[in-house]
């Protein structure tokens, strides 16, 4: 058949026209325009303060950007008690979900291996850039946050949400000046122990954690820091906890309890125990977590106490030249992405956002009656409008932070050492056998270990 070549033009013509009509009617008519398909990205949190912080973030995500992006998040806490053993027990069965879990940088050394490494990420212009259009950047982030999940292979594992410190909370009512040294502190309960000083408003000195978990023993190293013990000797993985210097920290819970300036349940009392025995009005002093300070300074949560408490860093150790050695223990519980996930991509993007972008200050705002967290972004940090205690505590953080190293056994001492602590507040130990007996445990732990016990 003969074909007309104008024929020919004029309906490739009718065809091209109609192609640019179709083509413009699909991209004029938004009903017609392809949106991203949605993606469920699960955030498992640590049952708590940090759990509640995050529903405000996880929320103004899913209100402003889950259409944008075509990531939807939902959140789930995980109970606090047996926390690191059921995250554990999670990642190693393989399973996809959680996408995003809520390690803490004490933890990170045991679980790194079934964590997805970021850097990747963090080199990825797409993720790096949050939904508002701002640049991310691990540069916003205080320097001892970011010390806290330095791996030793040199991979980034997690990015700090939340920091943790233990500082002292102090009764400004009764005590005109905090005390600067662990003999000042110990005397200073002694003295407002009623059984010791009938005329003590409080029945007790002060409270310390005593529980057997492994934050007693964070806690600890506040004590133990500045009399020369670390967790390791620098540059090496051979344990650290000098007898002498072991004995001198645990000399401040053994003088306590003898002289019974704990109340009974210091023993078995963590962040939430020690809270309540603070709101109680029973005690003077409290050597106690960050995130305690938004309820104790609420009227309504705590009626008896909310406005005769004050702040102040860590007592020391004086040293022969007359300065004060301060150690104060931070950590940081961040998000990390479950090595397993089948939705990586998307939960990255999330991850750098709530932890680097607009939703690290949502985090550490929260909304009421939800308290907000600590993240651990300088932004927030130099903002008293968000909290006055961050540009309080600033300073000491920078000065006296310090933490321990990414590694695996870390838990494992730490658990050992929370032991002894608890023994010789129970009256069940003099600080000279906790020494003896932690050393000894940690090198049984060590040597089992070798043997691939």
């Not at 700090?160 to 909370?169: A, F, N, R």
Request: hydrophobic share 40%; with cysteine.
């Amino acid at each position: 058949m003969n074909v007309n070549p104008s024929q020919l033009k004029t309906a490739a013509l009718f065809i091209l026209i109609l192609g640019i009509a179709i083509g413009s009617y699909y991209i004029l008519d938004p009903r017609l325009l392809a949106k991203p398909a949605k993606t469920v990205v699960t955030v498992q949190m640590f049952e708590g303060p940090e759990s509640e912080a995050m529903i405000p973030t996880v929320e103004h995500w899913n209100m402003h950007y889950s259409e944008e992006t075509g990531i939807i998040v939902e959140t789930r806490s995980l109970d606090r008690v047996g926390y690191f053993t059921k995250l554990e027990i999670q990642l190693m069965s393989g399973m996809p979900e959680p996408d995003i879990v809520h390690p803490f940088s004490i933890h990170l050394g045991k679980i790194k291996d079934d964590l997805e490494p970021l850097d990747r990420y963090l080199e990825d212009e797409e993720i790096m850039t949050s939904p508002e259009g701002d640049r991310l950047s691990l540069d916003s982030m205080l320097d001892i946050a970011l010390k806290t999940v330095e791996s030793p292979d040199g991979k980034t594992y997690m990015i700090p949400k939340d920091m943790s410190e233990v500082i002292l909370y102090y009764r400004k009512d009764l005590i005109p000046k905090p005390p600067e040294t662990w003999e000042e502190y110990t005397a200073v309960s002694k003295n407002f122990t009623r059984a010791l000083n009938p005329r003590s408003p409080t029945k007790y000195g002060t409270v310390m954690q005593g529980k057997y978990e492994m934050w007693t023993f964070c806690a600890a190293l506040e004590n133990l820091w500045p009399n020369d013990v670390s967790i390791f000797k620098p540059g090496t993985e051979t344990p650290n906890f000098k007898k002498e210097g072991v004995i001198r920290g645990f000399m401040v819970f053994e003088e306590l309890s003898k002289a019974g300036a704990f109340p009974p349940e210091s023993i078995n009392a963590e962040h939430p125990e020690v809270a309540s025995i603070v709101q109680d009005g029973e005690v003077a002093m409290a050597m106690q977590w960050n995130a305690f300070y938004q309820d104790l300074m609420n009227k309504e949560k705590s009626p008896k106490v909310f406005d005769k408490f004050d702040i102040a860093p860590p007592p020391g150790v004086r040293q022969a030249d007359g300065s004060i050695r301060r150690d104060m223990y931070v950590q940081t519980i961040g998000l990390a992405i479950n090595k397993r996930s089948k939705k990586k991509r998307a939960a990255a993007r999330f991850l750098m956002w709530a932890t680097m972008g607009d939703g690290a200050e949502i985090y550490a705002r929260g909304r009421d009656p939800l308290p907000g967290g600590s993240s651990p972004v300088k932004s927030v940090w130099g903002d008293d409008h968000i909290l006055d205690l961050y540009p309080k505590i600033l300073p000491w953080v920078e000065e006296y932070g310090r933490t321990t190293p990414v590694h695996e056994d870390v838990t494992d001492i730490m658990m050992i050492g929370s032991g002894w602590v608890q023994r010789v507040m129970a009256g069940d130990a003099t600080a000279e056998e906790a020494s003896e007996g932690l050393n000894s445990e940690i090198a049984e732990f060590m040597e089992k270990k070798d043997r691939g016990g």
